[in-house]
């Protein structure tokens, strides 16, 4: 009786087998380990989500209460400002987070430890990169929450689910979009105070040259030619909108623009396209400086 013997593969052929690297499972394993990172220097320092949940609310009490015997219709048939202001503090709440995300990084440059991540055997590099990313859009939402959870205490009422999971979306869209920005400067400014004034030197024309504390009405004609130019006036109008309206569709006018009408949807496809070009046009210099 004889007996077949199937010749076995040599063994450097079957190290090679057992050892072919799962690019995606290590990228992902890379970028959790760093988001973890962040969480826990979060955790050391609590006053930042503290500070960074605090101070828009303070912003929501306070100007609502300013502005509370301004005229009457104002800002629109039976609403009050705190109604009004809500969707610009939930906006550039979301702005200023997102905006400061280039800091952990530039940080890390200064401190010299992304030299010692750079010259990691890492299965690819944009894992700093994404590890930031979702950090700053997890503390944003949660921003996010604190905020509609106040407005509604303070009877601005809440959109429909629906509208909630649309106000989320816009809410991604802006961040994904001003945090690769904010990545951009962290790689190519040479220091951290340069960051900072780009940071002071962006956020309060921003916020006066759009829709956040006031009617695109109430401004004069050249303004209201910059608010229409400005990003975050297509993020706050929807928001404001869904919450004044609860028969919104995408068809619905939200803003009556110099130049014409814009519509909730109008309004969406300007903001994906923001962040497609932000995303876009901060690839080369990142592949260049992870490089």
């Not at 905006?99 to 030299?115: K, T």
């Not at 814009?262 to 490089?291: E, F, W």
Request: aromatic fraction near 10%.
């Amino acid at each position: 009786m004889s007996t077949t013997i199937t010749p076995s593969k040599p063994a450097s052929e079957q190290q090679i087998a057992t050892t072919q690297p799962n690019l995606f499972g290590e990228f992902l394993q890379e970028t959790l380990a760093m988001t973890r990172r962040l969480f826990i220097q979060l955790q050391r320092r609590p006053s930042t989500l503290v500070a960074g949940i605090v101070q828009p609310l303070m912003w929501l009490i306070l100007f609502g209460a300013l502005f509370q015997n301004a005229p009457q219709g104002l800002f629109g048939n039976q609403v009050n400002y705190g109604q009004f202001l809500g969707a610009g503090v939930i906006v550039f709440t979301a702005f200023g987070g997102a905006l400061n995300a280039g800091l952990p990084v530039m940080f890390d440059r200064e401190f010299g430890f992304l030299n010692r991540l750079l010259v990691a055997p890492l299965a690819s590099r944009f894992s700093i990169v994404m590890a930031s990313a979702i950090f700053i859009t997890t503390l944003s939402l949660i921003q996010t929450a604190a905020i509609i959870a106040m407005s509604a205490f303070l009877g601005s009422g809440l959109p429909s689910a629906i509208g909630l999971a649309l106000v989320a979306l816009i809410v991604l869209l802006l961040v994904v979009a001003v945090t690769a920005l904010s990545l951009g400067l962290a790689f190519a400014l040479p220091g951290h105070i340069e960051l900072l004034a780009v940071i002071f030197v962006t956020n309060l024309p921003l916020l006066f040259a759009s829709t956040a504390l006031v009617p695109l009405s109430f401004m004069p004609t050249w303004l209201q030619v910059v608010a229409t130019l400005n990003p975050l006036s297509y993020a706050i109008e929807p928001i404001r909108y869904l919450y004044l309206h609860p028969d919104w569709n995408l068809g619905s006018v939200i803003m009556h623009a110099p130049f014409g009408n814009v519509t909730l949807g109008g309004a969406l496809l300007i903001l994906v396209g923001l962040c497609a070009i932000a995303l876009i046009s901060v690839q080369p210099l990142m592949k260049r400086r992870l490089a």
